[in-house]
């Protein structure tokens, strides 16, 4: 999962790899009758088919209706709570409940990721720092610390 999304943050399109990647990993896992790298090759694309296939008729049918919306203050504000709903799905993700129980397993607390955490918190909401600068300080951070590791 860790490879899959770090994978995916190189990118633009993260959903996408992310659903290609946990669709050739469950394919390779289970292949049936085939292969297990012909099966995660199948299940990679299909994977991603069928996470995006259903989006594609609402865009093309009501994608000429939006512009009309804008000024409709109803909708508005339903879309509004709409996006604050969507940003608490994201927040209680299992991702982001598997990252952080790896982070904070009982035991085996990585404290390096847990203060690396809390100060790029403390920098954004405390000292008003971009998300460019927090993230581009984090990383340097981060590759400064795991840098003996990986030479």
């Not at 770090?6 to 085939?34: C, K, M, S, W, Y």
């Not at 512009?67 to 608490?88: D, I, M, Q």
């Not at 909401?125 to 400064?144: D, S």
Request: glycine letters at 12%.
């Amino acid at each position: 999962m860790l490879d899959g999304l770090g994978l995916a943050e190189t990118t633009p399109g993260p959903i996408i790899i992310v659903t290609q990647f946990f669709g050739f990993q469950g394919a390779f896992r289970d292949p049936g009758g085939l292969s297990p790298m012909l099966a995660g090759t199948l299940g990679a694309p299909m994977t991603a088919w069928v996470t995006f296939l259903p989006s594609f008729p609402s865009i093309f049918t009501g994608g000429p209706y939006i512009e009309a919306l804008h000024g409709h203050r109803g909708l508005n504000h339903a879309l509004s709570a709409l996006t604050a709903a969507v940003v608490g799905v994201i927040f209680y993700l299992y991702l982001s409940v598997w990252l952080c129980w790896h982070t904070l397993y009982p035991g085996a607390v990585d404290w390096p990721t847990v203060a690396l955490s809390a100060a790029a918190l403390l920098a954004t909401l405390r000292f008003k720092a971009g998300m460019a600068w927090t993230l581009a300080g984090a990383a340097l951070i981060g590759l400064l610390w795991r840098l003996p590791q990986l030479v």
